[in-house]
Structures are given as C-alpha cells and as structure tokens.
C-alpha cells in the first residue's frame, strides 16, 4: 500500500491511497484541471481513480467533486449529510457510508469514523490493505476517545496541525473566524495534535506527517516540533504536506 498527497490546506485537499490496482481518492477540492494536472505529476491518470471518497461538504474538500465524477464516471462515497448539505455536487454513482461500518472498496477496507467539525455529518478514514493500515485525521476540532480508538494501531498517520494558537490569537483573522478555528468543532492546533499521539498506541506508526497547515497562522518547523517531541523522532522524520506540491509517495511494506 502507498498513499501520497496531491495537496493539503485551506485551498484545496485531495489524498491518495493505493493498493495493487485499486486508488483511491479522499477529497477533491482542487478543479478538475487542476486535480488532473496534480494526478500527471503523481504518475497517475484521472480515469486511474477506482473511488472517490468525501470527508464532509466544504470547499476545500469537495469543490471539484462534481466535475471529476460528471467526466470520468467514479463513484463517490460520502455520508447522507454530507451529500445533502452539498448541495452544487451532482453525482451519478453515489455510494452513502454510515461511520462505524467498514467499507470494503476492491483490495482495500475502508473505516469511516466520525469527528466533530463544524459540518453536517463530516468523517474521517482509516484505510487497510489487510496488512497495514493509514489513519486520516483532519478537519477535527478536538481529540475524542472515539478517535483516539480508530486511529491507535495505525502504520501510517496523515494528522491535522492546522494552527499555532499563539499565532492564531495574533494574527489578522477576524474575532469570530478565529473563535470558529479554535473552537471544538474547528481544526486542531499544533498542540492537541500532539496531545493525540499521547494518547495512541502507537507502537506500529512508522510514518507521521502533518497535514492541512495553515498559511497564515502556523510554520511547518513548529508542527514538527510538536510532534517529535511526543514520539521522540528528529523533526525530520516528521513529514510535512504541502498546499501546492503536496506529499510524495510512501510506500508501507
């Protein structure tokens, strides 16, 4: 299994995770040229795609969803309250998940879990190839016991550190955008990201990387320093997804 990153942050998120011949895509929130320029320079076609699978209805996440599915005939997943408060996404092939049931697509099995976010019914994945297995976790605003359980045993973990608070608190956001991030049903900060790998088991996770960083209101180096510190790795082996080249390939074996 390999999953890589064709993005991540406030402009747009899309993730890749692939299997023998099944990939899948978590999130489309770039257009659809610009998710088929991203897939060339990632070695892939747009009709590659076996699967797209939603986390929740804001744009960042689900902007190009409509387009890519109108041109290239893919099935999406998402929740009922997802694909209903997405109200511009037509979609031909939708497959509704409930979280909690695990979702077998081709050759891997796919685990939604749900999160509190400032959305309808918003979830978050973790993806096994039988063998290993990836967590997702963005677009939470704070750590519950529930995730906590989906994402302990993970191989792999693409983790949100949107914020730095101190950042956050000074920066020019206006009061109530700064009160929504911040809020339990915001994004997470550097701190509670790392908060969460204390909590974890953690013994398999070989492969940390931060994801959905803001541009305005965090620094890639105090991600990784959050984190590091946690797990005792160098801040180098806590890797970064970048808004514009995203994340290369990784390959779990």
């Known amino acids: 299994m390999r999953f890589a990153s064709l993005g991540s942050g406030s402009r747009g998120n899309a993730l890749l995770i692939q299997h023998k011949q ?40 689900i902007r190009g969803v409509g387009s890519f599915v ?8 998402m929740t009922y309250g997802t694909y209903r408060a997405a109200n511009n996404c037509e979609v031909a092939d939708l497959r509704e998940i409930s979280p909690g049931e695990a979702l077998p697509i081709d050759d891997l099995l796919v685990m939604p879990f749900a999160v509190p976010h400032d959305a309808v019914q918003p979830c978050q994945f973790s993806v096994s190839d039988g063998d290993s297995r990836v967590g997702l976790l963005t677009d939470t605003g704070m750590i519950t016991p529930h995730i906590v359980e989906h994402l302990s045993g993970c191989d792999a973990l693409l983790l949100e550190c949107n914020h730095d608070v ?8 206006p009061p109530a955008l700064k009160q929504r991030v ?19 088991d953690t013994r398999r996770l070989s492969y940390i990387a931060a994801m959905h960083i803001s541009e305005k209101n965090n620094q890639a180096r105090l991600a990784q320093q959050a984190l590091c510190g946690v797990m005792g790795w160098g801040e180098d082996d806590i890797y970064v997804a970048d808004q514009e080249a995203g994340l290369a390939w990784f390959d779990l074996r």
């Open 166 to 173: 101190d950042m956050l608190m000074q920066g020019d956001y």
């Open 182 to 200: 911040a809020s339990d049903y915001g994004h997470l900060n550097n701190t509670q990201a790392a908060a969460l790998l204390g909590q974890m």
């Open 70 to 77: 109108k041109k290239y005939a893919t099935p999406v997943y």
């Open 22 to 61: 099944t990939i899948l895509m978590i999130d489309c929130g770039f257009s659809l040229r610009e998710t088929e320029k991203r897939l060339q320079q990632f070695g892939l076609c747009a009709g590659d795609i076996s699967a797209v699978l939603v986390t929740h209805e804001h744009g960042d996440h």
